[in-house]
């Protein structure tokens, strides 16, 4: 009997450690979760950083979105934010210190399977904003 109980204490101990490993992955996912949500909710809130003027595309960027299946709005809210996506080091300083002192804006982006890329200009007027493949600039 002494023997059953000690393996009964000694799978409670087992259980009660896993528990807590368990408690504490959940724990760090959740925390993690919710970085990730604040993360993205001030992305989605923070106001526009310039106007897009009128927005326009070309044939090859309409032709790009429709088959990624990727709404033109999300990236130009995204650019409009300051998310300026693949663009390097120096073009996204360059973005930032375009946005203070009324110069033109490039982000890229990268969309589908393939990562195609999409560009979006806005001009330095704030007049328009055109989405196009580099190839079309």
């Known amino acids: 009997m002494s023997n059953q109980k000690n393996?009964?204490?000694?799978?409670?101990?087992?259980?009660?450690?896993?528990?807590?490993?368990?408690?504490?992955?959940?724990?760090?996912?959740?925390?993690?979760?919710?970085?990730?949500v604040l993360v993205l909710m001030h992305k989605l809130i923070q106001p526009p950083l310039f106007?897009?003027?009128q927005v326009v595309a070309?044939?090859?960027?309409?032709?790009?979105?429709?088959?990624?299946?990727t709404n033109a709005s999300?990236?130009?809210?995204?650019?409009?934010?300051?998310?300026?996506?693949?663009?390097c080091t120096s073009d996204a300083s360059e973005n930032n210190h375009a946005?203070?002192?009324?110069e033109r804006v490039l982000s890229a982006y990268e969309?589908?399977?393939?990562l195609e890329r999409i560009w979006i200009i806005t001009e330095r007027?704030?007049?328009?904003t055109t989405l196009l493949l580099p190839e079309e600039y």
Do not use: F
Request: aromatic share 2%; net charge negative.
């Open 7 to 36: 393996k009964h204490d000694s799978m409670e101990s087992q259980n009660s450690s896993t528990n807590t490993k368990t408690d504490i992955l959940e724990s760090a996912s959740t925390d993690a979760m919710a970085a990730a």
């Open 51 to 53: 106007s897009l003027g």
């Open 58 to 69: 070309t044939p090859g960027a309409l032709d790009l979105l429709d088959r990624t299946g």
């Open 74 to 87: 999300e990236l130009l809210a995204r650019h409009q934010r300051g998310d300026w996506g693949v663009v």
């Open 99 to 102: 946005v203070m002192n009324g």
């Open 111 to 114: 969309l589908g399977k393939q």
């Open 125 to 128: 007027d704030r007049s328009v």
